[in-house]
């Protein structure tokens, strides 16, 4: 038999916490992060970090365990969230997968071997260089070139996944974007439910920019401040997330805080958009919209009608 999953998913700021709390206690769960920032410690408002006194005593793993000097990947997160899914399966409970970011999601969903790509190669160390150098336009445009479908699907500031479906391509001969196509038709291991979290876009867009409002208030600027003092800045990876990489930018000069924040939440929109496209593309996914929903409490009940539905509990 296989063993059961549960993922909770949807763009940034949907209510995805709240609700997934509310899910683990349902289905006797432990939630594991699926999110490429909360794994950081000190990086707490700009990730909208749940807080343990938020946790209502449901175990959540992959939040607030890496330095932000720690270089989080595709692999690791991998690594770390198998680990935590059997601890969970040893106490018979249920992993309930909750995070944003799809890429995560697909490679625990369908167990996808990344380890030989991870090795460090000369090739990777040059298009590293070629970034610093000429920008991140400049490999963005490479990918245009070999893999236009990939082009699209990544943004040009994750330098990351860009120099991935670059070095992808030159050591295998194969489009990442065909690779992924693939990929998304394997059989899944797990008995499992998909759900994608949505609501109406201007609902969702208002949501974003009140949440960066909030998080200013809450003191975003004093903690890319601190983080700065400790050492770090814009090459790591940590620093490359949404909410730093533009407070960086205000803090060494580069902007007024205005324009910080009104990029900030330019680009938050923009990665919704991304998130969903995403999500889209998945042949999956249980979609469900907020705003046909009266109450938290019914998105619940429904969640749980379609787990039983699907024999994922009784």
């Known amino acids: 038999m296989k063993k059961p999953l549960i993922i909770l998913t949807g763009p940034t700021a949907v209510g995805k916490t709240k609700l997934s709390i509310a899910l683990a206690k349902a289905v006797n769960g432990e939630i594991i992060s699926a999110d490429s920032m909360q794994v950081y410690k000190y990086m707490d408002i700009g990730t909208a970090k749940i807080m343990p006194d938020e946790m209502d005593g449901v175990p959540h793993h992959l939040v607030d365990v890496l330095s932000p000097m720690d270089n989080f990947n595709i692999v690791l997160f991998q690594q770390m969230a198998k680990k935590a899914m059997e601890e969970i399966y040893v106490k018979g409970k249920i992993p309930v997968l909750v995070g944003g970011t799809g890429f995560y999601i697909q490679a625990v969903l369908y167990d996808i071997d990344f380890t030989e790509s991870e090795e460090d190669s000369p090739y990777r160390e040059e298009l590293w260089t070629l970034a610093r150098t000429e920008g991140e336009e400049t490999l963005h445009n490479m990918l245009k070139e070999c893999d236009p479908k990939a082009a699209e699907e990544i943004h040009m500031n994750n330098v990351k996944r860009v120099i991935r479906a670059l070095e992808f391509y030159k050591t295998t001969g194969m489009k990442i974007s065909e690779h992924n196509e693939e990929q998304r038709q ?17 609902v969702l867009y208002e949501r974003i920019e009140k949440r960066i409002d909030i998080m200013v208030e809450q003191g975003l600027i004093e903690e890319v401040e601190k983080l700065k ?20 930018a205000y803090l060494e000069g580069e902007t007024t805080l205005e324009e910080a924040i009104d990029i900030l939440k330019r680009d938050t929109r923009r990665f919704a958009k991304r998130q969903l496209t995403w999500f889209r593309r998945e042949k999956e996914p249980v979609w469900i ?22 024999n994922i509990i009784s």
């Open 289 to 310: 919209d907020k705003g046909q929903y009266e109450s938290e409490e019914l998105i619940l009940e429904e969640i749980l009608r379609l787990l039983k539905e699907k």
């Open 186 to 202: 394997k059989e899944s291991p797990y008995e499992f439910l998909y759900i994608v979290l949505n609501q109406d876009r201007d």
């Open 229 to 248: 003092s400790i050492g770090c800045h814009k090459d790591m990876v940590s620093m490359k997330g949404l909410g730093y990489k533009e407070i960086l």
